[in-house]
């Protein structure tokens, strides 16, 4: 395979089997071209590091007319500049503004908060003996917690799910994805206006009032870093819960340690981020200059991506890297990244996933997949890696 369609990443093979799905890739085609993107993707540990580090690539798209050419016209005249979108100094200053709002000790007092919540949802459901594991709990969970920590009103949320998953799932047609972007722009704005005039105990309220030496965040940055938190902050929660339940309920011997010995499940979290790659493969990367990379030409201005849930089991770096252990102590994966552009919500999906999954495993000792696992959807994402849907029965 010298090219890759984008429906070859988008397949349910590549999506239910990855780790069989990129050992082959690995081993032949460790730089693979996708010709619709014009973009190529690595999938090895090292050349994802390579290509987070390297500074001949740029996130700032801005920087080339070509990638001006094909930015996406369903945000109208918005333009979008998130964390993950400036290099430094925006990117520094960005992202030194926000910082203070996901400190350990910030995330830690969330703590109590998202184990009521967790509680709550559990408590409506036990009765049953049966739930949509994503609908039910993953989403509610994920979407209460990031929010309540912004000051969304309990009787927006519903609209909030709605929202996200229309703006991540490639089947939503173009027009109605236009409509939902709007929406969401506008939603965002009045949002803004009523934390600038009643400020609350909330990020959002933070945000709009954060300054460092006389510097604060303008109204296109503050709209930006709302939408990276609203949706990097729950549908990649989403699918660490869905995928992280599904691994366990696959691997009994993994589910029984778990249950057996609490104190695993720090290590559990990541090896569950490692393994099921919530988010599988990373943004893209700009390169500036022509760069050659295994005999392969990537052209100034090309998008460079990589697989990190190939990068997560590259044998090379990770011993049986294709197996889930939830007792291995090599925890430097790439699911949240690497270097200044990582994730800076890590620390609170590391919580959310810790209180859930001990809470989840602990009031349901009897969870178990309710009909044939091949018969699971995955979502048409190509960087997020989730179910539509996961039935379990307790």
């Known amino acids: 395979m010298t090219e890759m369609t984008i429906n070859d990443l988008l397949s349910q093979e590549a999506k239910s089997t990855p780790h069989a799905f990129y050992a082959e890739?690995?081993?032949?085609e460790p730089l693979i071209y996708i010709k619709e993107l014009d973009a190529w993707v690595v999938t090895t540990y090292e050349d994802a590091l390579w290509l987070f580090k390297d500074p001949r690539f740029t996130k700032d798209r801005r920087k080339f007319a070509e990638a001006e050419e094909r930015r996406d016209e369903t945000w109208g005249t918005?333009?979008?500049?998130?964390?993950l979108m400036v290099d430094p100094p925006d990117h520094t200053r960005l992202r030194h503004l926000v910082s203070k709002a996901f400190t350990p000790r910030m995330i830690e007092y969330q703590r109590p908060h998202i184990q009521?919540?967790?509680?709550?949802l559990l408590d409506s459901i036990q009765a049953q003996g049966a739930m949509d594991l994503i609908a039910d709990f993953a989403y509610p969970l994920s979407l209460t917690v990031i929010s309540d920590l912004l000051g969304i009103p309990a009787t927006d949320r519903q609209q909030f799910r709605a929202w996200t998953q229309a703006m991540v799932d490639l089947t939503t047609e173009r027009e109605q994805r236009t409509h939902v972007i709007q929406q969401f722009l506008n939603y965002l704005k009045a949002l803004l206006d009523e934390k600038r005039a009643c400020p609350d105990n909330d990020l959002t309220s933070s945000l709009?009032?954060?300054?460092?030496?006389?510097?604060?965040l303008n109204e296109n940055e503050l709209i930006s870093m709302l939408i990276l938190l609203i949706i990097a902050g729950h549908e990649t929660t989403v699918n660490l819960l869905g995928n992280g339940t599904l691994a366990l309920l696959q691997h009994p011997d993994q589910l029984h340690m778990l249950r057996t010995d609490p104190e695993l499940f720090a290590g559990a979290v990541?090896?569950?981020l490692r393994y099921t790659s919530p988010v599988s493969l990373s943004d893209e990367r700009w390169a500036t200059e022509d760069v050659e990379r295994y005999g392969k030409l990537i052209r100034k201005g090309q998008q460079v991506l990589a697989a990190l849930i190939s990068a997560n089991a590259d044998p090379q770096r990770m011993q049986a890297g294709e197996i889930l252990d939830i007792t291995r102590r090599e925890h430097q994966h790439l699911a949240f990244g690497k270097g200044i552009h990582a994730c800076l919500g890590a620390p609170l999906a590391r919580l959310e996933g810790r209180i859930a999954f001990s809470t989840l495993l602990h009031r349901l000792p009897n969870l178990q997949l309710a009909g044939d696992p091949s018969h699971l959807v995955w979502k048409r994402n190509l960087m997020l890696r989730g179910l539509t849907s996961l039935p379990v029965t307790f």
Not at 78 to 83: C, G, K, S
Not at 208 to 216: I, S, T, W
Request: net charge negative; proline share 0%; glycine share 4%.
């Open 25 to 28: 890739l690995r081993s032949t």
């Open 78 to 83: 918005f333009e979008l500049r998130t964390l």
């Open 116 to 120: 009521q919540i967790t509680d709550d």
């Open 208 to 216: 709009v009032q954060a300054e460092e030496n006389g510097d604060q």
């Open 270 to 272: 990541e090896e569950l």
